[in-house]
């Protein structure tokens, strides 16, 4: 069954249509599926149970193209975390479309079909801490694991799902061009903002010593 085929062979409360999100609850979490206007298929997922010490409960999968990489099938993806009280503003960037840009190794029909495997995919693979931890090794030139822009994928292993990083994936992506051309362009931003910090300080050391000056006149 093709990705696709998915959404026209589920019943009831599993069906997206007309661009609406129709929700799927089921304690502790709610599950919550959308096909964007660009074809992009949105998943945005609550966590009753989240710990209060992470700031968030929801978080949101907005899946993109897919690629291969050292044999592997990754798909570009954009992530958000945010809390689902949180307000909701129309042509701003609001928590929830806040987006991190990642790499993930997901098997889509489990995604969409079962909510073990999802869980695993939104809670434990796309763990803020986890992949900004990823994102900042990604902008290193020598990290001790290189990644990029990847974070892994989820696997079933001891009668669970659990996540897992490929070295071979995390390497290929970390020393691509994209990746190299991202990491200059992140060390010149680093640079600028060095630059900017150093030209006001210079700016306020000059108006306090004309202020003595003055002064002391």
Known sequence: MSFFDIFKNKKENNIIKNNNAINKTSMPQEISYLRENNGNYRIDF??????????????????????????????????????????EYIGQIDSRRDYKHVLAELDINLLFTDENYCRAVMIDLLNQKRVERYLASGLEEQ????????????????????????????????????????????????????????????????KLQEEIDEIER
């Open 46 to 87: 609550l966590d009753h149970n989240a710990d209060f010490k992470q700031f968030y409960d929801s978080t949101r999968l907005v899946i993109g193209n897919s690629k291969v990489i050292s044999n592997k099938l990754v798909y570009d993806c954009l992530v958000s975390w945010y809390n689902h009280s949180d307000a």
């Open 143 to 206: 990290p001790e694991i290189p990644c990029g822009e990847y974070v892994g994928g989820i696997r079933f292993k001891n009668n669970s799902y659990t996540k897992y990083f490929d070295t071979d994936v995390g390497a290929k992506v970390h020393f691509s061009k994209e990746m190299s051309e991202k990491r200059a362009e992140y060390k010149l931003h680093q640079e600028q903002k060095r630059q900017n910090i150093i030209n006001s300080k210079k700016a306020m050391i000059q």
